[in-house]
């Protein structure tokens, strides 16, 4: 009977394991989605076979989402706002994943201003508002700075994936909401219910320390409590003084759209 008891505590780990990360692991859409050009890079800042991985990782994730995930480049030679370009963008092109002018989030890339803008319509507004777009430019930037652009836009599909799965109004960096952090409370709580289970599967214990101590001859010979000191330690805070982050804000199309925004310097 001893050697089955270690297949199943195995057993029991692994549904255990199973049952707990199944709501965390990602499902795939079970319908295939209509291939979309999702990708409009006019000032032309990628391969093809960037523009090809990037459109269909952008297709995989919008239909997941039900929200269009757009990535737009210009060289902006009218030299209008990253915003104004991005509502024109909306409002003459008519994107959205459910209908035109639907769902959609929309990353701008103005070249001649250096500036980028995510903006979130509909229910990519509710779930990217402002904030959470300030959050997407602000981890984007310095990508663009540095020219690392297919990585600067895949970050930006990723985010906008993850946040639209996030109820809104939360904190999309709190831990309790990183898939590692998940992982790791699965693992321990897994390997906590093993152990309970391995430890009473070969009986209890009856020995404990009254069972060979003296009472009538075990006494505390001496106690004593000496302070030593107290040490207060201070840490400078630094302010952050960068100017360059994420702002604007959203605001509404000439054609009666709303959205959220940010607009941040690369």
Known sequence: MSKKRPVVVIASLIVLLATMLAPILPIPSASAAENKNLIYDEANLLSEQDRNELNALANQYSAERQTDLIIYTTNNEEQKSDELL??????NRAPGYDKPHGNAIILTMDMYHRKVYAAGFYKGEEYVDNSRAVKITDKIYSDLSDGNYRIAFEKFLNLSYEYLDLKPGVNPDNILFKTWFQLAVSVAIGGIVVGLMTYRSGGRVTVNRATYEDSDNSHVID??????????????????????????????TAGGHSHSGSSRSF
């Open 223 to 252: 106690r004593q409590d000496r302070y030593i000191r107290t040490t207060v330690t201070k840490t400078k805070i630094e302010k952050n003084n960068n100017n360059g982050g994420g702002g604007g804000g959203g605001g509404t």
């Open 86 to 91: 991005t509502e024109e963008f909306y409002d």
